[in-house]
């Protein structure tokens, strides 16, 4: 299923400049790039959406059991329409041989499909996370090592123009060292895939939708985490199967702080927006915070609260991962960070299951 609603409610503060932005970042290469799509689960649109900035891309092929989701997809961009449609991806990539694999399949089945690829030697962009566990994570990195690979992850929102923000102002010192985080993601339930409400297919609302926040929570401080402590619950809402509806998570930070996420499903059909996403750091000179009611507001020792209107063009994790592995520019998201990412993650997951402290650690 295309998640379509998440990605316009995260924007809904760039939404009338965000496309004319990508589309004027224009990225030569020096040759054509086939790019193949497994599964349209997620956030495919990823993908299609940098494509007019990305004239030597070619998506070449998709695989989806869903023929008709498929064409409806194809129909979203002019750039799709010549892609051949698969029912099984790996007969897509067996035939096709694409330089890049775009993994978007469900949380359950992502890490074999990773594995799939890469032991045919193909560079991998891959949904967040790349695996539900310790052991296929550990997998998943041996097989890009072995294979030597380059593999890219679907981490949107740290390059939308209220996190790059915040990360410049906590670059710039205004607000000293920070010490704490506080997050929040809240998401309407509506009508979700069959996958989503299975535990196999969805891992947990901590895997699926923490990744998000966690990211950001370390992309714009600076900070690391070292140990984390976590609940998570399944509470009214029946048809949301197997996702959990509530959680909160809070980890210690590399220099002694703290931060904590909580996330719901509990956001009414009422709401202006599908997603309510906020995020606040607060340092030893000041605070600097983000929601979409507010836009980006700071406050130090020696300004008072204002709002900054002036932001950081919006990017495009896709074309990011393209100039970096055939155009040799430096990536915003580095295979460590993603790495963390996957292990701080896994790590807040396990945290709630066991119902201990566990330790941020590879």
Same mark, same amino acid.
């Given at each position: ?68 989701? +498929? ?5 979203? *961009?002019?750039?799709? #329409?010549? %892609?051949?449609?698969? =029912?099984?991806? /790996?007969? $897509? ?6 330089? +890049? ?5 469900? *949380?359950?089945?992502? #890490?074999? %499909?990773?594995?799939? =690829?890469?032991? /045919?030697? $193909? ?19 041996? %097989? ?219």
């Amino acid at each position: 299923m295309i998640e379509t609603n998440q990605k316009i409610t995260r924007r809904t503060l760039i939404a009338s400049t965000g496309a004319a932005a990508l589309a004027a970042q224009t990225v030569r290469l020096s040759r054509k790039v086939r790019v193949a799509i497994a599964g349209l689960d997620g956030h495919p649109t990823e993908i299609a959406k940098p494509l007019d900035s990305l004239p030597d891309v070619e998506i070449v092929a998709i695989a989806s059991a869903d023929a008709a989701e +498929v064409a409806r997809f194809k129909r979203r *961009n002019a750039r799709l #329409a010549g %892609a051949k449609t698969y =029912a099984d991806y /790996r007969r $897509m990539l067996d035939e096709e041989k694409p330089d +890049v694999v775009a993994v978007c399949n469900n *949380n359950g089945e992502r #890490a074999a %499909a990773i594995l799939e =690829a890469a032991g /045919r030697k $193909m560079n991998v962009i891959a949904e967040k996370p790349l695996a539900l566990t310790r052991e296929d994570l550990d997998r998943v990195k041996r %097989a890009v090592e072995t294979n030597r690979i380059e593999l890219g992850m679907l981490l949107p929102m740290r390059y939308e123009p209220a996190y790059q923000k915040l990360k410049q102002i906590v670059d710039s010192g205004e607000i000293g060292e920070v010490i704490l985080i506080s997050a929040q993601k809240s998401y309407q339930l509506g009508n979700r895939e069959d996958w989503y409400k299975h535990q196999s297919t969805y891992g947990s609302t901590i895997l699926w939708i923490g990744i998000h926040m966690f990211d950001l929570m370390r992309f714009t401080s600076g900070r690391d985490f070292t140990e984390a402590s976590s609940f998570m619950g399944r509470i009214g809402f029946p048809n949301a199967g197997d996702m959990e509806t509530t959680t909160a998570t809070a980890f210690r930070m590399d220099n002694g702080g703290t931060a904590t996420l909580h996330m719901d499903y509990c956001l009414p059909a009422a709401a202006p927006a599908h997603g309510d996403d906020r995020l606040r750091l607060s340092g030893t000179k000041g605070v600097a915070e983000y929601m979409a009611a507010t836009g980006v507001t700071l406050a130090t020792s020696t300004k008072r609260p204002h709002r900054i209107d002036s932001l950081p063009p919006d990017g495009s994790v896709f074309r990011d991962y393209i100039a970096a592995v055939y155009g040799g520019a430096k990536p915003t998201l580095s295979l460590s960070d993603i790495y963390r990412n996957c292990e701080v993650t896994v790590a807040a997951h396990e945290a709630a299951v066991q119902g201990k402290i566990v330790k941020c650690t590879a």
